[in-house]
Nanobody
Framework: QVQLVESGGGLVQAGGSLRLSCAAS????????MGWFRQAPGEEREFVAA????????YYADSVKGRFTISRDNAKNTVYLQMNSLKPEDTAVYYC???????????????WGQGTQVTVSS
């Protein structure tokens, strides 16, 4: 079992940047692929980015490709989401999640953080 805690959300103007962090507890962090998802009010939870166990593979939703970067530091039990060139449509609650396999669907992820709010103003 792994516990996940997100941080780094906040209010930022369009065009700005934020870096989200997800700190994991547990002794098997490196055994999990990690993902970031987001959910806006009235919307379904949406895939944002995923990273493999070693960090060697990444995948992004088309809507964030070229603007967001997912990374992980297994020595620190932490996964990051660097968000640049933010747009108002990026406004959502952002969640990190852990999966036994590299995946893109929310249902594939076993453990979830509590979420952190990102608000992008115009």
């Amino acid at each position: 079992q792994v516990q996940l805690v997100e941080s780094g959300g906040g209010l930022v103007q369009a065009g700005g940047s934020l870096r989200l962090s997800c700190a994991a507890s547990g002794r098997t962090f490196s055994s999990y692929a990690m993902g970031w998802f987001r959910q806006a009010p009235g919307e379904e939870r949406e895939f944002v980015a995923a990273i493999s166990r070693s960090g060697g593979r990444t995948y992004y939703a088309d809507s964030v490709k070229g603007r967001f970067t997912i990374s992980r530091d297994n020595a620190k039990n932490t996964v990051y989401l660097q968000m640049n060139s933010l747009k108002p449509e990026d406004t959502a609650v952002y969640y990190c999640a852990a999966s036994r396999n590299y995946a893109f669907r929310p249902a594939a992820y076993e453990y979830w953080g509590q979420g952190t709010q990102v608000t992008v103003s115009s």
